[in-house]
């Protein structure tokens, strides 16, 4: 129905008298992205003669149709509003683990500093704020953080304050914001093994805990990830083809895709199918309660073993070993990714191996130990000695 107005209608659509003698003007457009109409309406001094009084309604009609095709202004809304919509929407797309690992980043790092923020006044400088803090910021034992963590933290504030102003149209306000450069670097070459220390470490866990040496010996040596380890199946071995299938992970219990999202093979070489026998073997002797699983390294109850199960074994064997890093998983992983590397494994090789995603991933996983560059240094030094010099070429 039309709207009703105190004034008098004239011969002129959307043209009113007022009782006061001043004119009011109304125009009507409809907004292409939600189908509302939308209407606007202003009031004129009386003087005005009637002919303006029509051309000013054919301005106000073109502004407001102008303006049903902009976006509307976006609502009062927090980043801390904001935030379970955002993770709502997350967790339908990616891993329980990523989802709950935003979660905790949003409500101990970012939230606690910018959640009252309403994201329509966002700017730099409040982002450049947060990346100071960062920067200071330390563990409740007055470390600081790892370059490693803080960046970790930063991609998720990027990826949401991003989302956030897209979805209402807003500018980022990341734009040329530096990332944080966090005090603790983190020294790779610490969380490597030499190939002598990981046999070393093999041979303790062979003693210490026999009845996990299979896993140990398997992780080392294929570079998985444990949650790909501790959902391998009996039907993902091939003896014959000399591989290992890596079609899933799981993590609590959850069995899901690879960290990449795609599957991949790995060697599966004659000692490693030789333990994996022996192992079998073990099981089926003593009838342990996860045969009826089909899984390689199934718990004591017969379930999925978690990565933390390898902190003990681990732990003993590398005391045994004189090993004085900590080792764990990740070094393991580190490690065979190092050792093949100064093997000269070519790349390609090696990240189908290890499963990264790019040449960049590769590197970053790489230890080079100091003896490794102590070696190459020395061999430049025994070119550049007086009998091992080559006369024909030239000395400049």
Not at 100 to 116: E, F, Q, S, W
Not at 118 to 136: F, L, N
Not at 242 to 263: C, L, N, S
Request: glycine content about 8%; aromatic content about 4%; charged content about 30%.
């Amino acid at each position: 129905m039309p709207r009703k107005t105190h004034g008098k209608k004239t011969r002129h659509r959307g043209v009113y008298r007022l009782p006061d003698g001043k004119w009011l003007i109304r125009a009507y457009a409809t907004d292409e992205r939600t189908g509302k109409k939308r209407e606007r309406e202003e009031t004129l001094p009386a003087d005005m003669r009637e002919a303006e009084v029509v051309a000013a309604l054919q301005v106000l009609k073109v502004k407001l149709a102008e303006g049903a095709a902009e976006t509307p202004a976006p609502s009062r809304c927090s980043l801390t509003d904001c935030a379970e919509q955002w993770l709502e929407a997350k967790a339908g797309r990616v891993r329980a683990s990523t989802a709950r690992h935003l979660a905790d980043v949003l409500a101990k790092h970012i939230l606690p500093r910018l959640g009252d923020l309403q994201v329509t006044a966002i700017t730099r400088s409040d982002m450049e704020r947060w990346v100071a803090w960062a920067e200071r910021t330390t563990t409740t034992s007055g470390r600081p953080y790892s370059r490693d963590t803080v960046n970790g933290w930063w991609r998720v504030l990027c990826q949401f304050v991003r989302d956030v102003c897209a979805e209402r149209g807003l500018p980022d306000p990341i734009v040329r914001v530096q990332p944080p450069r966090a005090r603790a670097s983190g020294r790779r070459e610490r969380r490597t093994l030499s190939a002598e220390q990981l046999t070393a470490l093999l041979d303790a866990v062979r003693e210490e805990a026999p009845h996990r040496y299979a896993e140990i010996y398997v992780l080392a040596y294929t570079g998985l990830r444990p949650g790909e380890l501790y959902a391998l199946k009996w039907s993902d071995l091939d003896d014959a083809s000399g591989q290992i299938y890596v079609r899933r992970a799981h993590r609590h219990g959850v069995v899901a895709e690879t960290k990449t999202g795609d599957p991949r093979e790995v060697a599966l070489t004659k000692g490693m199918a030789r333990v994996l026998r022996d192992h079998r073997r073990q099981l089926i002797a003593a009838q342990h309660p996860g045969l009826d699983s089909g899984l390689v390294f199934p718990s004591d109850t017969g379930g999925f073993r978690g990565p933390e199960s390898l902190t003990k074994p681990l732990a003993a064997a590398a005391k045994k070993a004189g090993i004085k890093q900590r080792v764990g998983a990740q070094v393991l992983r580190r490690t065979i990714n190092t050792l093949l590397l100064l093997e000269g494994v070519d790349r390609a090789v090696l990240r189908s191996q290890m499963g990264h995603c790019s040449e960049e991933m590769t590197q970053r996983y790489a230890g080079v130990p100091v003896e490794a560059k102590q070696a190459a240094v020395e061999r430049l030094e025994r070119r550049g000695e007086p009998g091992n010099r080559d006369p024909d070429r030239d000395p400049d």
